[in-house]
């Protein structure tokens, strides 16, 4: 009875569990019979608490035994009218079956078994192992004997489950029958494939293999957590849909511009041609036809597998002396990579978008093309690329968002019931436990008792009472075991040992030096390197036996101090546990053979830091919960990767057999293969790593197209989408890092009280030892002090030079003080507040403000005085020495002043001394005034903004070619004099107008400082010969540009204020890195030597040379080369370098196939001889960059959007001017900035304008845009003549159309047409199209190729995107790209500036470098263009690990140091590595910066955007389009509109305002007031949807009273109105007329009933009449109404 009260009260209905009878379904059939007679229900919706797969809640008390997997009726009441019931297994999850005619009967004993089996959870169990077991043998290439019997049992076993699954729920496509589950219909397909395959030949249903691979995917329906996130990737892929069309449209656009472009282009190659000296027979050779295609006669790089490409256009690459260029042969890449048709085109433009080895193809396309055509990569690569990236995981990241908000709202919806029902199950518990006695000895059913105690052990209330219930998960003889063992309180003498131990281990200082020794131990592991002398590996053995001694020592003192119970209830205590026993257990296994690995997980120590590192401490927490939150995601991803991987194996693992030669002429496997699973399985993660071209064109070969493509796409796509919702998850989870809020353990508070402790012992000795020497020159202090009194008289202040008095009255006064200390603070550093101004003390207020708020004050204080208050403390009477100082201090100091102005007086011996003095205050005041006019000046500034981007400008022209060019160079010469001397003299009027203080305490300033040191340094390094690397450091000079110009300053400190609090973060990435950099460094340093064939060049195999010895005796009149690769794992240095390269995916397979060749240090390597050292770099890939990444930008994100709410919402990366012009932008592109044309009088004219103005209308001009695109899709390169004719004509039709268009609309619109920019846009494509369609037939197509007039005609695409004409979902999916347009401006140009700074420096330190790998003819250092180009592939980290190999070779062997360049003085090719790392790598770090940044706005953009959408709020932007809506339904302007137009008006709303149809009802509920005519006032109409939307919001009112206030104000003229009625009174008149009328038939038919029988025929006049008197009364009643 308790418990059942407990019950009663835990829930507000709670059902009892009822068999499910024949009654049951009887009452159940009654119920769905009664709602379907019924017109108005209530629209239920099922408990999500009672969703089938889950378990049911513990308020519906105990499951007894006899109703475990028995029918039940449904407790959910969604369900009751359902004709459904429930089954609950032991684990009380909850299935659902029906009870309908398709199916047996529920009391079916055949059903009700099979029913008990399929809910059984070892059935479950049975075919989960099923599967993992047929998983296992679908991975396996040689299968046993016995496997084809394993196969049959497995077949029959999922047939078995099917017979099952169909009887039990039955043959119905509903919800809960077997076909209403897709993963049913999935599965019986599987198995008939199989039965099939099983009864065919083998080679007629190969394709019945591969489907059978679906089984794998049977892992899913049987794990609910997977089921559920297939679900929502479901959701999430239908709101990308329009993400999905645009990405096709954009795709298609460039793909048709990239066709006209470079068509054919790619065939363009250097073939050798005879010269005037050659034999007679190589002329005739190439008279012949076969000459050209013969491979040997065209022009190859040394090492290059396809000939060098060449182009007509003077910036494309030539050809060498003896070569021309001549379209012959295949395109490169074996004839995969080319423009000539649609489809490859495409192919390449989504290569370029998912920026898979985009550098080959920018190489092969400026070779043919010319470099100008750069610039459609950096629109594809740059803008194109980003912006779908963004707008995936924008999108991605609302529907993230919404799950989770909906996750959250359901959680604080059940955690009030669910804590009101544990305290009354808890108080259940007590009364039960008091009564236990008195329920014995009454001899009472102990059934509520154990319904109680069965309640208190659910699953729910441990989850609940988690800390409790964690210490009894073991049996009590364990406790007691623990107890006694375990907590050492044996002898007074040991406990007083403990307590002297407990004092020691725990002191600050210990902590202190444990943490020390872990450092230490770090660098001393950081040494390891190869080659390494025996003395370092006997300091380095030493060294680890010490500090494994200082850990183990460690553990002892605290197992002592804390006893062995207490100690291992922490974490970080087992952690150092399993460090010690791994530290002992290292030194006697890794001399026994085979167990060297085991040194590996000595870099466990170096997370020992985390125990007294809070952020570590705290990020890994973090990492962990979210992990275990997305555990099911996680196997998602990992189910799929061993899905693609077996179907890659099954589908192409013959084909690599049987067609290798198509790949190696020697018939030799690649790397990256599908023949078994471990190699599949790593082709589907390098696929998903974004490297999928390269393999694809190996697939090409091996199978074909038609094979590949598909499964290709496949993984990129399925599982791209994995892997962005996956890092979307983690990055949401770390954006709410926040470090203060985190408690510290005791550890890190030990390791702070001694670092106190030491700083205060610090302090205090500095202050005696200062105190000493202060004591000794105490009277000439006080002299000073004096004579500083003396001047400070002396001396005009700032103040009074400026003539403040005036100016600061009372009212400035009372905010003096705050702007004063806010932009004191601001002049430390360069993050100033963003409510105050950048300026600095000055004299003569003038300020150099840029500010509004200033420029205001500035106007106001008339002759431009100063707003803060400053101190002297000059020397001298014209010092620029200035302090400011607060209003605090005005007072004290203006009693001092009095005061030493009247001793000063009396002191004054003659009035020629005072004459002096004060003339000398004038010159010096005039002096100060007149510098601030001048800094202050705008033409000034406009003056130094013009020489700054001219002084950066010049240093583009420094190229290697500047010594041929004298006169620039002569001129560049004396620019620098020239800039020097305007930035030195633009220092000096700001020192004098400014003061030393003031100027050198502001940031932007220091860095002005800093500029004009370079300038002199470079000036001196030109005149001296043994100085001139000092013009090196020119390049800095484009810095003076971030302080000139407010938008870089904007983003410079937004950056530094979301990247700068990241430190912390950073560096434990860069632990993490370090752990795997010394890991990678005890398995491959030294073992990537390898025996170099100088012949080929390639490697000498394993058979021929075994080891460095024979390699080095090998004699071919030389010794071979013992040749080291250049990026290694030989010292930690080494390895930070790879694992950026493999982070950054550039040059990372070279690193893996080194690592997977090696075999041992001074070994040669042999081919995958050590081929499980991939596991190394996928486990670094996703531990070690995967995770990391999450982190950093999840802190980044947290930081904008703190810096976000500070400032008011608004984006932190663009000025206050730029913030108006967004608000300004945001209107333009909501309102209809197109001017209604109005309507012409003439006939012809008004005609042809609704023609034009007709949506049909244009509807059939977008139709023909996408037929022009599509005949333009047709074509290939070298099509027959016949279809240039055709395509002729086609374009000549469609230009006839659209000058017909253009006609038209002409004819209409008159001169109105020109006011529309559309119509403009079209006019001009018209009139170049003709052009470009006869000009040719006069001057020829070399000058007018035909493809102009196709890509002028395909310019007209971009009508789809036009807002209001167009699709919607494009407009809005290119909403948020408008409105972060100014901030993505702001950032481009940072990018551009350093992008310009870095290529400059190339200019000077890498301008000859020796041509090869990644530096060749289109990408180098020599020209500042090149550099640019060099410079926009690092920025997308693409191919830098080839121009960093180029730097690398600095040795005789690789370059020639002494290497004559023509043309300059400068001689040597060989590169600086040393520098060439510092420069990469800093210029990948701030790019990457940058560019996350740029993400981070987009998507915030976007985020914003679709919040306000879903909010329950309207904007202006909604009540524009209400009134834009509003126009079409009331072209008269009168204010109203009829009520019969008010469903069709409310549908035509956009949202929220918008109400789909059928919306009658709802619009008759709202209750508007009618006025005479059924005629609906607007206002009325407002005011009513906008209630509707914002619901029981507090601001409705106050949004309702400014809407009719405002709508008052815009129509003073509003023609007042009686309403006579409401929408809902007409529809209860319209209601109650219809009620009597039926009254009253049936009245007259009962009369009618009364009558004799025998005058039927009378009786049928009267039922006329009566009809006819019906219809009377009918309307009669419709005019009285009216």
């Known amino acids: 009875m308790v418990a059942s009260a407990k019950l009663e009260m835990a829930s507000p209905e709670p059902k009892s569990l009822v068999p499910f009878t024949r009654e049951s379904l009887e009452f159940m059939e009654q119920r769905i019979a009664k709602k379907h007679s019924e017109e108005h229900q209530e629209e239920l919706k099922p408990n999500t608490d009672l969703e089938v797969g889950k378990e049911l809640p513990f308020v519906y008390g105990n499951l007894p035994k006899g109703m475990v997997s028995e029918p039940l009726e449904d407790v959910d009441p969604y369900y009751q009218n359902k004709n459904t019931f429930m089954v609950l297994n032991k684990k009380r999850t909850i299935f659902r079956f029906n009870a309908s005619w398709c199916t047996l009967s529920p009391f079916n004993s055949i059903r009700r078994t099979t029913i008990k089996i399929l809910v059984h959870p070892f059935f479950q169990l049975f075919i989960l192992i099923s599967v993992l077991i047929d998983c296992i043998h679908m991975s396996m290439n040689d299968l046993p004997k016995w496997v084809p019997a394993l196969q049959s049992t497995l077949l029959g076993i999922y047939t078995l489950e099917i017979l099952v699954k169909l009887t039990a729920r039955g043959t119905g496509a509903g919800p809960f029958y077997f076909f209403g589950d897709p993963w049913n219909c999935l599965d019986l397909s599987i198995t008939l494939f199989e039965h099939i395959t099983r009864y065919s030949t083998p080679n007629s249903t190969p394709i019945f293999g591969i489907v059978r691979n679906l089984r794998i995917l049977k892992i899913i329906p049987l794990n609910q957590g997977l089921k559920s996130y297939v679900g929502i990737l479901l959701h999430c892929l239908k709101k990308l849909t329009g993400v999905i069309i645009l990405t096709l449209f954009f795709l298609s656009i460039f793909s048709l511009i990239g066709m006209e472009l470079f068509m054919g282009n790619l065939k363009h190659k250097c073939l050798r041609w005879p010269q005037e000296n050659e034999t007679e027979t190589l002329h005739n050779r190439t008279r012949n036809s ?102 995936f995981l924008g999108i991605l990241a609302m529907s993230y968002d919404e799950e989770k908000q909906a996750a959250a709202e359901k959680a604080q919806k059940t955690e009030p019931k669910f804590q009101d029902t544990l305290k009354e199950l808890q108080e259940g518990n007590k009364a039960v436990e008091t009564k236990t006695t008195e329920i014995e000895m009454k001899k009472r059913s102990p059934t509520c008792i154990i319904t109680s105690l069965d309640v208190l052990d659910d699953a729910t209330i441990r989850h609940g009472e988690e800390h409790q219930t964690s210490q009894k998960r073991c049996p009590l003889c364990w406790y007691k075991f623990a107890k006694t063992l375990l907590i050492w309180n044996c002898s007074p003498c040991w406990l007083k040992l403990k307590d002297f131990v407990h004092v020691i281990i725990m002191h600050p200082f210990t902590d202190l030096f444990l943490t020390v020794c872990i450092i230490l131990n770090i660098f001393f592991m ?105 555990k099911d995601l996680i196997l998602l991803l990992f189910t799929f990767m061993f899905f693609s991987a077996v179907v890659g194996m099954n589908m192409f693992g013959s084909s690599y057999k049987d067609c290798i030669w198509n790949v190696d002429k020697d018939s030799q496997l690649p790397r990256w293969h599908m023949i078994d699973f471990f190699h599949s399985y790593l082709t589907v993660f390098r696929i998903l790593c974004g490297e999928w071209i390269e393999t694809l064109w190996d697939c090409f070969n091996v199978a074909g197209q038609f094979h590949c493509f598909p499964f290709y796409m496949m993984v990129i796509l399925i599982g791209n989408l994995l892997i962005l919702y996956l890092f979307l998850a983690l990055v949401s989870s770390f954006s709410s890092y926040t470090a203060a809020t985190t408690e510290e353990n005791d550890e890190a508070k030990n390791l702070q009280h001694a670092m106190a402790r030491i700083k205060k012992g610090i302090n205090c000795v500095l202050s005696k030892v200062l105190r000493k020497k202060q004591n000794v020159p105490k009277e000439p202090m006080d002299n000073v002090n004096d004579t500083y009194v003396k001047e400070n008289i002396s001396d005009h202040t700032l103040s009074e030079l400026s003539n403040t008095q005036d100016f600061l009255k009372d009212k400035e006064k009372s905010s003096s003080t705050v702007k004063t200390t806010m932009a004191e603070n601001e002049r430390q550093s360069l993050i100033p507040s963003p409510s105050a101004s950048e300026t600095v003390p000055m004299a003569s207020g003038e300020s150099d403000i ?93 003056f130094i903004g013009l020489v700054i981007l001219l002084s950066t400008g010049a240093l583009a022209f420094e190229d290697i070619y500047i010594d041929q060019r004298k006169t620039i160079k002569i001129l560049l010469e004396y620019a620098d004099m020239i800039f020097t001397y305007i930035f030195i003299l633009e220092m000096l009027l700001k020192w004098m107008a400014y003061g030393f203080k003031a100027y050198f305490t502001n940031g ?349 005609l395909l310019s007209r695409l971009i009508h789809i995107l036009r807002p209001g004409k167009g699709p919607k979902v494009f407009h809005d999916l290119l909403l948020p790209l408008m409105l972060s347009l100014p901030a993505l ?31 060749n003819d289109v990408s180098n250092f020599e020209t500042f263009g090149s550099s640019m180009l060099c410079l926009f592939q690092v920025t997308i980290f693409a191919g830098w690990d080839g121009m960093l190999n180029a730097i690398f070779n600095s040795k005789w062997s690789d370059c020639d140091p002494d290497k004559i360049n023509p043309g300059t003085q400068v001689r040597g090719d060989c590169g600086n590595p040393f520098l060439g790392i510092i420069y990469f790598v800093s210029y990948i770090l701030i790019s990457w910066l940058i560019i996350v940044n740029m993400y981070i706005v987009f998507i915030m953009e976007f985020l914003n955007i679709a919040s306000k959408k879903n909010a329950k709020t309207l904007s202006e932007d909604d009540f524009r389009k209400f009134f834009r809506v509003w126009k079409r339904f009331d072209p008269d302007r009168t204010q109203y509109i009829d009520s019969s137009k008010l469903s069709d008006f409310a549908a035509a709303l956009d949202p929220p305002l918008f109400m789909a149809k059928p919306n009658k009802a709802q619009l008759v509920a709202m209750d508007l007031p009618m006025a005479v005519g059924d005629r609906i006032h607007c206002l009325d109409i407002l005011l009513a949807f906008t209630k509707r939307v914002m619901g029981k919001d507090m601001r409705m009112e106050k949004v309702l009273s400014e809407i009719e206030s405002g709508f008052m104000l815009a129509n003073p003229f509003k023609i007042t109105y009686e309403p006579i009625t409401t929408t809902l009174k007409r529809k209860q ?49 419709i005019k009285n109404q009216i």
């Open 1004 to 1352: 932007w300033y220091r860095l002005d400082f800093m500029v004009v040191i370079v300038f002199c340094l470079s000036l001196i390094g030109k005149s001296r010969e043994e100085l001139k690397p000092l013009i090196s450091i020119k390049f800095l000079r484009a810095l003076r540009v971030l302080s000139q110009f407010e938008t870089m300053k904007v983003v410079v400190r937004a950056l530094i204020k979301t990247t700068l609090p990241t430190f912390s973060v950073f560096l434990v990435c860069l632990m993490i890195w370090l752990a795997f950099s010394i890991m990678g460094v005890y398995l491959f340093a030294g073992t990537f030597y390898e025996c170099i064939d100088p012949t080929s060049g390639g490697r000498f195999p394993v058979y021929e040379v075994s080891n460095k010895s024979q390699c080095e005796s090998l004699v071919f009149n030389e010794s071979m080369p013992w040749e080291n690769a250049k990026l290694n794992f030989d010292n930690v240095g080494n390895g930070f370098l790879s694992l950026l390269q493999v982070a950054t995916f550039n040059g990372w397979i070279t690193i893996m196939n080194s690592a997977v060749d090696s075999i041992g240090v001074n070994m040669q390597p042999n081919f995958e001889d050590n081929i499980y050292m991939y596991c190394y770099f996928i486990v670094f890939i996703i531990i070690g960059l995967f995770l990391p990444l999450t982190m950093l930008i999840g802190v980044i994100i947290a930081n904008f959007n703190k810096h976000k709410i500070k400032q008011g919402s608004s984006n932190i990366f663009i000025t206050i001017k730029q913030k108006k012009q967004y608000h300004a932008l945001k209107k333009l592109i909501y309102e209809d900035s197109e001017k209604p044309v109005p309507r012409p009088g003439n006939k012809f004219q008004r005609f042809t304008f609704d023609l034009v103005t007709n949506r049909v209308f244009n509807i059939v001009i977008m139709v023909l845009i996408c037929f022009q695109a599509i005949t333009i899709m047709i074509q290939s390169d070298e099509q027959s003549p016949k279809m240039d004719i055709a395509l002729y004509w086609i374009n000549t039709f469609f230009i006839i159309l659209y000058t017909g268009e253009c006609v038209l609309k002409l004819i209409s619109f008159q001169c109105n047409y020109f006011t529309i920019g559309w119509n403009v846009f079209d006019f001009m494509v018209v009139i170049f199209s003709i052009t470009g369609l006869f000009l040719p037939l006069t001057v020829g197509y070399y000058l007018v190729p035909p493809s102009l007039v196709q890509l002028l």
């Open 1385 to 1415: 401006l702001n950032i481009s140009l940072l990018i551009f500036l350093v992008m310009f700074i870095y290529a400059i420096f190339g200019m000077y330190n890498f301008a000859y470098v020796k041509k090869e790998a990644g530096i």
């Open 1629 to 1677: 008149e319209a209601v109650s007329a219809t009620i009597i009328q039926r009254a009253y038939k049936s009245y007259r038919l009962r009369r009618n009933d009364k009558n004799t029988s025998d005058i039927h025929m009378i009786d049928d006049d009267m039922e006329i009449q009566a009809t006819d008197f019906d219809k009377t009364e009918e309307k009669l009643t």
């Open 526 to 630: 950081a040494l390891e390197c190869y080659p390494i002398s025996k003395e370092t590996i006997n300091v380095l053995s030493i060294e680890n036996k010490v500090f494994i001694g200082i850990f183990t020592a460690e553990m002892i003192f605290k197992i002592i101090a804390m006893h062995p119970y207490g100690y291992f209830q922490k974490g970080w205590n087992i952690f150092d546990c399993l460090i010690v026993f791994h530290g002992l257990a290292e030194l006697y296994l890794t001399k026994i053979h085979g167990m060297a690995l085991f040194r590996l997980f000595r870099v466990m120590r170096i997370f020992k830091l985390g125990k007294y590192w809070p952020t570590f401490r705290i990020l890994m927490l973090t990492l962990s919960t979210s992990l275990v939150a997305l």
């Open 290 to 391: 076969h000459y050209i295609r013969e491979t040997q006669n065209f022009y190859y790089l040394e090492g290059e597998k396809y000939a060098l490409l060449c182009g007509n256009r003077t910036d494309a690459g030539q050809c060498p002396e003896g070569y021309v260029c001549v379209k012959a042969g295949v395109n490169p890449d074996d004839g995969y990579t080319n423009f000539d048709n649609f489809g490859w085109a495409l192919l390449a433009l989504f290569r370029l978008m998912t920026q898979d080895y985009p550098e080959a193809l920018y190489h092969q396309i400026l070779y043919a093309s010319g470099k100008i055509y750069m610039i459609f990569f950096i629109v594809i690569s740059f803008w194109f690329a980003f912006y779908m990236a963004s707008l």
């Open 850 to 942: 840029e500010n509004l708020d200033n420029k205001e004050i500035q106007s106001k204080s008339g002759d431009g005085s100063s707003k803060e208050k400053v101190k002297p403390s000059s020397s001298s009477e014209c010092s620029t020495v200035d302090i400011a100082i607060s209003e605090e201090e005005e007072m004290i100091y203006e009693h001092e002043k009095l005061k030493h102005l009247k001793n000063r007086h009396e002191r004054r011996s003659s009035p020629c001394q005072i004459s002096k003095e004060s003339k000398r205050a004038k010159i010096c005041q005039n002096m100060r005034k007149t510098c601030c006019k001048i800094v202050e000046n705008s033409f000034f500034k406009c």
